[in-house]
């Protein structure tokens, strides 16, 4: 399994962190250009890169940065935000990102996405689902900034794409991300196990190398979390079998 660290960009600034409903919490001194280098010499392979404001206003807002984090070559880049045409997904991927990340498109025109896949392949689009359970225990399709779960139960969701050549799946749960109390293993344990051809992306309240290693053993392809890099950057061991180093 692999570590990728999250850089979500807002005005120009890199966020700290953002609440489940995409608040800002708070922003990093660093610029873009230094977070990429302090995670690439931490030893990350990847980086997952939101926009927030293009989630926010509907396309994207930071193209040139993109493309300078591209340009550096040393981390495979993974890029969401305001990704809402055929066009603007092209151009994120001639501007170097290796994965276009497609949320709430998915939920909102899911035969458009599917389009896409076939167009552009499977190992091209990651599809990210955020989720919220209902009062059943069900996980349902939320779109950020809501509180109120869709109608669509993410099984549902990840089945239809599965027909249309789906391999990358990023799944958040928000309540977890919210309160930053470790992930919710169960999810992705019943992920991993209606879906096991899915590299299955976790997402959403990892801390440390213990939260890492459970996600490993649950058969995560890869853990999302900033906060487990720089926060156990001081013990690098720990993070080693997640990074380069592994």
Known sequence: MELIPTLGLRGGRCLREWGGDGEVGSCYELGPEELYERFSGLGARSLNVIDQDGVRDGAPAHRAVIEELA???????QVGGGLNA???LERTLSAGAARAVIGHLAVSDPDLVAGWLKRFGPSAIVVAFDVRFDAAGLPRIAVRGSDVASPVILWDAVARFVRAG???VLCT???C???????NLELLIEAVRRFPALEWQASGGIRDAADLWALANGGATAAISTRALLGCASHAADLAPFLRAG
């Open 86 to 88: 055929r066009a603007t």
């Open 166 to 168: 789906l391999r990358h």
């Open 71 to 77: 340009r550096r070559g040393r981390l495979k880049l």
């Open 173 to 175: 749960d928000i309540e």
């Open 177 to 183: 991300e919210a309160r930053a109390q470790g992930p």
